[in-house]
């Protein structure tokens, strides 16, 4: 078997991209989340710690006040913590308590109404915790302890958590981005390959079919040469053509679905190959009473004028089948930017607008008038997107039940083409 990395369908590198994408976008919302908390959880606790230290010492100094023991005031009055008492005894202030730049009167001010507050002045490397506290005696306020301390440290502490969060974070996305991508091809790789088994038997169950297929069509038309008016082999003609033309779309999926001949493509004028699939067409729009236009300039594009030819036509068939007689058929090309645009209209019956997302789907049928009485096999659009897909090109459709629907096809122009490959 060969290797997931040559033969892996773009059907299944997207799949894939997208599992990686989910996979990393799943563990970044919970890195986000439990790097949050974390963050968090540890500010408050370090922010709990700040505060208890403060208001310790304050009890400390509040407890020393109110007995005359100034010796341990002095001793609290220490790096980290800068003491202020304000009313009663006030202490030679020291270089570091000058630096703290006590006492912080916002603070004080506060302290008269509410008893006690604590706040955090200044930012960056001037950021400091203050603490302040009213001391009452006999009923009465006697002084004010104001306690201050840097958050420097703490606030460095935090940086660094969260620049270790998020390089940690960074580092595991990557890694999840390539473990994701490699568990997503191992998941995929089953898939891929009973797809790959499918594609081959159905390539080679049609290739198959056309043979016997063209005996009893021959056969049949044989019979019918002797018996024109035979209904039965009118039907066995018939239906040999339906499941033909169904054998053939199958083949069509089955080698559009490997990209075939990509490398052989050309650059060409998209407007011959519309006029040459017209003119294909013109007989059987003869034969219905449908009117059949076509205006085109020259438009030239890369890519396989056969798969081109073949993409108009089955748009052609589509509009040709489901527009009444005297109903009218027009097929235009016309330059849109860098795109070749094909446009082709119809007055037929339309198209439901809940069913237009769907139409492209391989066996979808939009409604009762659109069932296989009309002869259709259900795939000739799903493989009208592949074509334009194989072509780097887009093809969207308009439609309004009764009134009519608009197929509209845009491909590259050859110069647009070759700017993508050359960058």
């Not at 916002?106 to 506290?133: F, M, W």
């Not at 069509?217 to 053509?241: C, F, G, K, M, W």
């Not at 081109?308 to 089948?321: G, P």
């Not at 007689?325 to 849109?336: I, L, M, S």
Request: aromatic residues 6%; proline residues 3%; charged residues 25%.
């Amino acid at each position: 078997m060969r290797s997931a990395a040559r033969t892996e369908n773009p059907l299944f590198t997207r799949a894939r991209v997208r599992l990686t994408i989910w996979y990393v976008a799943v563990l970044a919302g919970v890195l986000v989340v439990l790097g949050s908390s974390l963050y968090v959880l540890v500010r408050e606790q370090t922010w709990s710690r700040i505060d208890s230290g403060l208001k310790l010492t304050a009890a400390r100094a509040e407890s020393d006040l109110l007995t005359g023991d100034m010796t341990d005031i002095n001793r609290l009055n220490q790096v980290p913590y800068y003491v202020k008492v304000i009313q009663g005894v006030t202490f030679t202030r020291t270089p570091d308590e000058i630096r703290a730049n006590l006492p912080v009167m916002d603070s004080l001010t506060a302290v008269q109404t509410g008893g006690q507050d604590i706040r955090t002045e200044g930012d960056g490397d001037d950021a400091r915790r203050v603490y302040s506290e009213a001391v009452v005696r006999d009923g009465h306020i006697f002084g004010y302890v104001q306690v201050a301390r840097s958050t420097k440290p703490e606030s460095d502490a935090l940086s660094n958590l969260l620049g270790a969060l998020f390089v940690g974070g960074l580092a595991g996305l990557v890694l999840a981005a390539i473990g994701g991508w490699f568990l997503a091809g191992k998941s995929l790789a089953p898939v891929q390959e009973a797809f790959e088994h499918q594609r081959a038997f159905v390539a080679d169950a049609s290739h198959e079919l056309r043979t016997p297929l063209a005996v009893i069509r021959a056969n049949a038309e044989y019979l019918q040469a002797d018996q024109p008016d035979n209904t039965e082999l009118h039907e066995i003609v018939r239906e040999s053509d339906r499941l033909a033309n169904l054998v053939d779309s199958l083949l069509a999926l089955a080698r559009g679905d490997k990209d075939a001949g990509a490398d052989q493509r050309i650059v060409f004028d998209i407007g011959k190959e519309v006029d040459a699939a017209v003119g294909t067409m013109e007989p059987l729009a003869g034969e219905r009473g449908i009117e059949l236009t076509v205006s085109t300039i020259p438009l030239f594009v890369r890519g396989d004028p056969d798969a081109i030819r073949q993409l108009i036509v089955i748009l052609l068939d589509n509009a040709l089948r489901y527009t009444g007689e005297d109903g009218r058929v027009h097929v235009q090309t016309a330059a849109d930017g860098n795109n070749a645009l094909i446009t082709v209209h119809d007055t037929g019956i339309g198209i439901r607008e809940e069913s237009l997302p769907h139409v492209f789907e391989r066996f979808y049928r939009a409604d009762d008038a659109r069932n296989r009485e009309s002869g259709g096999s259900g795939l000739g659009l799903a493989i009208a997107r592949e074509l334009v897909s194989q072509h780097g090109g887009k093809i969207d459709v308009e439609s309004a039940k009764g009134v009519g629907t608009t197929f509209i096809v845009r491909l590259p122009l050859a110069k647009a083409a070759l700017d993508r490959v050359e960058r």
